[in-house]
Nanobody, 131 residues
Framework: QVQLVESGGGSVQAGGSLMLSCAVT??????????MTWFRQAPGKQREGVAG?????????YYSDSVKGRFTISRDNANNTLYLQMNNLQPEDTAMYYC?????????????????????WGQGTQVNVSS
């Protein structure tokens, strides 16, 4: 089982930046995980995938349209950590952010954001963006 611990959330004003981190348990090397995705859930809304990272293909990434060009997902193998750099944050980015790991192969262009593929989740980190 993959244990995940998120950190880095906080409160910022619109236009600001935050970097979220997701530490993977030392027993599992992050580069062996098939796919890792950052999801978020705002109050009253469904959880949605915002950025996904596939180990194969040299680290193929996917983004939702709402964050493309503002968020960047990356992975640090040495620190066994997944990151989400969030720039130009807007009030609509306010949500609980979760990282998740999928260990089984699936179709990339749709699977990166399908929660049923992800059996390992962190506890979440809250991001609040004020206008």
């Amino acid at each position: 089982q993959v244990q995940l611990v998120e950190s880095g959330g906080g409160s910022v004003q619109a236009g600001g930046s935050l970097m979220l981190s997701c530490a993977v348990t030392p027993k599992v090397k992050i580069y062996t995980i098939y796919c890792m995705t950052w999801f978020r859930q705002a109050p009253g809304k469904q959880r949605e995938g915002v950025a996904g990272f596939y180990t194969l293909g040299g680290g193929t990434t996917y983004y939702s349209d709402s964050v493309k060009g503002r968020f960047t997902i990356s992975r640090d193998n040495a620190n066994n950590t997944l990151y989400l750099q969030m720039n130009n944050l807007q009030p609509e980015d306010t949500a609980m952010y979760y990282c998740a790991a999928a260990t089984e192969p699936h179709i990339w262009n749709t699977g990166w954001r399908q929660m049923n593929y992800f059996g390992n989740w962190g506890q979440g980190t809250q991001v609040n963006v004020s206008s």
